[in-house]
């Protein structure tokens, strides 16, 4: 059998060992696991941004698979953590609407409560003392059903799948380039896209079928309208940001 | 058996190959080794704030560890490397104070010298050359006793453990939290903290103990006085920095 | 036997799931492979950093080791992908230059054309949905030339392993050591170096071989040589950048 997979995704940087903490803890409980970072830059306690992130790993991995996600500015506190059933994978994460962009796009998940608690635990890493030791005891095959329970109304945000012109950006990648929340299956080919009041022309297929240095709309790899500057940034170039309305006809 | 784990730490950064090349080495001496980061954005040859990191491997690990910690402005000269033992574990790393902080929190380290030398080695890159395929030989079950010997006096830098007030800060993390140098064992409950003279009011448990941007003396994961401002930067908000004195009754 | 080892490099950074796209890939098609991180801070679409740092990786792996370098402007155009063979190691990038340096280094290299495809791919993202099944099945042992065809020309950039004086900056590394583009084996002991119009004196052995915070030229961990301040940063110091000449007598 293959080894399992954990994922991890938080806001705690790289500049100290919080990260290898929860790692050391996983090993403990999961031994063979292969351990993959999708990213620790999310900005600190910024939900919005983990939870975009967070619906790439799941999308991106195969059933089975352990997602740690940690983006806590409420730890220590009486707020639940959850566990979340989404396309054959498990999701660790606290109930703060981290699950919200995961919820929206799998529409089939079904959101739990971790009711497992260790004997002890410090009050402000629960990522390291609570949420890694069950991520990894589900990893390595333990019983979900004794270490959850069900959850009434999990803690969603205020963002969707957008269903009709407009929709907005709500990502901004590495290289400048701006991800909506506009999904494929939506647009039509050719459809005419605007953002920030900036007329695109026609929706494109790759980056390189327009010239250097001019922006773009294609659909980029989650499968959502995507806002590019050939071989630049269109963050920087276009002055786009997370929340910029853009409108397709 | 579980497979062997080794952590790595140092100033290398991750913009270049050399944490690459350390890890190349090891996968040649420990083939089945689980190789995990602890942290390589160190300031350059920062090897107080590598100390401070370097210990709290060592406190999240289990017995059996080995910890590759390379912070080295001295390479290619003289200085000698070490080898420690502490909590079952074991560190390799250049003897110029790196090891500081795990001999304070755990006194019953022992320190002995590598005297073990490949046939050959650059001048420039130990890290790779020496100390990585002595801890990839350790953790692959290599005989300490044939690597090593004895060590008289190792480099050890001026910061304790803090017996009596004032004690000092130590550390600033990523979310701007300031860790000091006073165990949570010589705080009575409610003690009254006081951090580079303002006053914080008595020691609470958790971040949300306090509003939102308030400040906040509480004892962190590293079971340690910690000083943070409740989703917010102690450092930016307080303007904390290293050495501050910390003052409590 | 020793679990195959795939390395990664790219112009991803690490604020997005990009790099972890990859790994899941590679995870399914080589279930037990080591997943070792080069670099992901190439600054955006820089292909000849790229290069520099993949030869890197090149020299550091044994034998067997299957490199995948990823930095792309041309994603979704016609260029071509390449598969080289270098050191008993096979590299997956596209054939836009990146593997310049390494063939510069290692001539005896071979390089072929990836002719697989896999049945649908994405237009925006190559690395994840063709190099990286690819990568992973040539790591798993798949037949090279089920994958593989002649390659005609493939595209090399005008960076030259240095035959006689000046050469040349290539490189400037996390601690601000220059790297050039001179080889160790055409330097004499005691030749005598500048750069940038200034004189450094003879080639030392290592960094303490000067004073704190003196420049120094020593042959680098790269066999090439490189210009350093000891326990400083030479590009800062001495204003160093890519490109710079160098000179030695």
């Known amino acids: 059998m293959a080894r399992p997979i954990v994922t991890l995704l938080s806001d705690f940087g790289t500049d100290d060992y919080y990260v290898a903490a929860m790692k050391a803890v996983l090993l403990r409980t999961c031994p063979e696991c292969h351990l993959i970072d999708i990213t620790h830059s999310i900005a600190p306690q ?17 059933p089975g698979t352990v997602h740690l996600a940690v983006v ?18 498990t999701v660790v994460c606290p109930d703060n ?9 799998f529409p089939r998940s079904e959101i739990y409560e971790l009711t497992w608690r260790p004997p002890r635990h410090s009050r402000t890493f629960h990522g390291r003392d609570i949420l890694a030791p069950a991520a990894g ?21 205020d963002i969707h799948v ?19 929340n506009v999904p494929s299956s939506i647009l039509v080919p050719g459809a005419e896209i605007s953002v920030a009041g900036r007329h695109l022309g026609a ?20 499968d959502l309208l995507e806002i590019a500057v050939n071989t630049g940034s269109a963050a920087r170039e276009l002055g786009l940001k997370i929340g910029d309305q853009v409108e397709w006809r």
Chains 1, 2, 3 share one sequence.
């Not at 609407?97 to 796009?105: F, V």
């Not at 009709?164 to 991800?179: L, M, Q, R, Y």
């Open 46 to 62: 910024d939900i919005v941004a983990g939870s975009v992130q967070l619906e790439r790993a799941v999308a991106s991995f195969l």
């Open 72 to 89: 806590d500015p409420g730890v220590g506190s009486e707020r639940r953590i959850l566990v979340a059933q989404a396309e054959g994978q």
């Open 97 to 105: 609407g981290l699950i919200t962009w995961t919820a929206r796009r």
């Open 137 to 157: 005891a589900l990893a390595a095959g333990g019983k979900f059903s004794e270490l959850t329970g069900l959850l009434s109304s999990p803690v969603l945000l």
């Open 162 to 180: 957008a269903q009709e012109s407009p929709g907005k950006v709500i990502h901004i990648d590495h290289f400048g380039n701006a991800t909506t």
């Open 203 to 222: 929706l494109k297929r790759t980056y390189s079928d327009v010239r250097a240095n001019e922006p773009i709309a294609l659909i980029g790899s989650s």
